[in-house]
């Protein structure tokens, strides 16, 4: 399986951008889906998580409210809406998917494992 991100940049705050995460190999609906991200000097932490087992979604507390998570099965690519950028939101973001079971939450928690994608730089400077 290969993912491909696409959609970072350099935006001012308060400004969107929307990520993309296109799955080719495998279907989408066989994995558990995350986006996560990290910062220079960071560890990677994840932002967003979707299970496959029950449909839950999960955010980081940094960015619920403002971050939305969401796939298309039909064009394999899930999707990451990142509406108010913050400075702090400066990172290079990645996907990842798992033929997993896990839930939302438990995703995110797990930086290591299963297949990643090369990420993808948003840069939120004014």
């Known amino acids: 399986v290969q993912l491909v991100e696409s959609g970072g940049g350099s935006v001012q705050p308060g400004e969107s951008l929307s990520l993309s995460c296109a799955v080719s190999g495998r279907a989408l609906d066989d994995y558990d889906i995350g986006w996560f991200r990290q910062a220079p000097g960071k560890e990677r932490e994840g932002v967003s998580c979707?299970?496959?087992?029950?449909?839950?979604?999960y955010y980081a507390t940094s960015v619920k409210g403002r971050f939305t998570i969401s796939r298309d099965n039909a064009k394999n690519t899930a999707y990451l809406q990142m509406n108010s950028l913050e400075p702090e939101d400066t990172a290079v973001y990645f996907c990842?998917?798992?033929?997993?079971?896990?839930?939302?939450?438990?995703?995110?928690?797990?930086?290591?494992?299963?297949?990643w994608g090369q990420g993808t730089q948003v840069t939120v400077a004014s």
């Open positions: 990842v998917v798992r033929d997993t079971f896990y839930s939302a939450p438990y995703n995110c928690r797990q930086s290591q494992g299963g297949n």
């Open positions: 979707f299970s496959r087992n029950d449909g839950s979604t």
